[in-house]
């Protein structure tokens, strides 16, 4: 333990956004643990909510990576998107039953760490700070990605991703603990975001007359782009959309850590992996796990 840092310490981990990128803070809990960093409190957003809470409630780094590899989310996100038909109400059930086999009927109080996870509320686009009742909702409405996945009803709310307000929440544990460690992906610099916009707007104009036509047949496919191998030369409409989202997250994010700036903030680049490309999950694990590995031995944190 440095000597800049007393048992008395408390230390809080920040887990952010960013679809599959986002198991990264599998890879960066692995190396925190490695280092013997005891972890107070947690806050999540998107998928940082789904790998805090799971780890929140107990479950090991190693159960973790194991459901990230065994998972196949490309069934699950089936039923994690809208529909058209009356069978909503079944792939609702899928979800519920998937989640609670991970979570069961797990309350915030029932957890080994304390845990807080950030939504949206889409009628007003306030973030709204989850930290009561069951675990599995909470969770549900924080990774409902706009356009992609449904709203989520929570009492007067309609609750989708925190990453629209909030895309790491430091500043939500900020005076629970006294140092605290956040986990985001990459941000790009100025230049690259006015280079992505440009793209992701040219893509978007280009299919400007097909746009329900485009939304209509991603949902009925089930978002069949899902753990593709292949690279393909023009991005999905619905993935495009998501990417214009990512850069705008990336800019909140920067605001955000000036108001509130971690202790350590572990940034790998993973922007050679695709946004939904969830069937890289070990590589993705490993570059999250080497980088906070790096970054945590030239920190006073070990």
């Known amino acids: 333990m440095n000597k800049k840092e007393t048992k008395k310490d408390k230390i809080g981990l920040a887990l952010g956004m960013g679809a599959a990128r986002g198991l990264i803070h599998i890879g960066a809990l692995k190396a925190i643990e ?26 090991s780094v190693n159960q973790i990576e194991e459901i990230a590899l065994n998972t196949n989310w490309k069934d699950l996100a089936k039923f994690l998107i809208p529909t058209f038909n009356f069978s909503s109400n079944l792939y609702s059930d899928f979800l519920e039953k998937q989640l609670r086999e991970w979570f069961g009927n797990k309350t915030f109080s029932d957890l080994k760490i304390p845990f807080v996870c950030v939504a949206t509320d889409i009628k007003t686009g306030k973030m709204i ?26 009492g007067r709310f309609k609750l989708v991703d925190g990453g629209l307000v909030n895309p790491t929440p430091v500043d939500v544990i900020k005076n629970k603990v006294d140092k605290v460690i956040a986990v985001s992906i990459k941000k790009l610099t100025t ?36 753990g593709k191998e292949s690279d393909e030369d023009e991005l999905s409409f619905l993935n495009t959309i998501y990417n214009v989202l990512v850069v705008v997250q990336m800019q909140i994010n920067d605001l955000r850590f000036q ?3 971690p202790d350590l903030l572990i940034q790998p680049d993973v922007s050679k992996f695709k946004s939904f490309e969830f ?24």
């Open 129 to 154: 700070v989850l930290d009561k009742g069951e675990l599995v909702k909470s969770i549900r409405a924080s990774i409902s990605l706009p356009i992609i996945f449904s709203p989520v009803p929570y």
């Open 279 to 302: 069937s890289k999950a070990k590589e993705i694990i490993e570059v999250g796990y080497k980088f906070a590995k790096e970054e945590l031995k030239k920190s006073n944190f070990v």
């Open 34 to 59: 490695e280092f013997n960093i005891k972890i107070d409190y947690i806050s999540g957003t998107s998928m940082g909510a789904l790998i805090g809470g799971a780890y929140a409630s107990g479950m």
């Open 191 to 226: 230049l690259e975001q006015k280079e992505k916009i440009k793209k992701y707007e040219k893509e978007i104009n280009s299919k400007s007359n097909f746009i329900n036509e485009k939304l209509q047949s991603a949902i009925k496919q089930r978002f069949s782009f899902l």
């Open 259 to 261: 108001l509130a700036k």
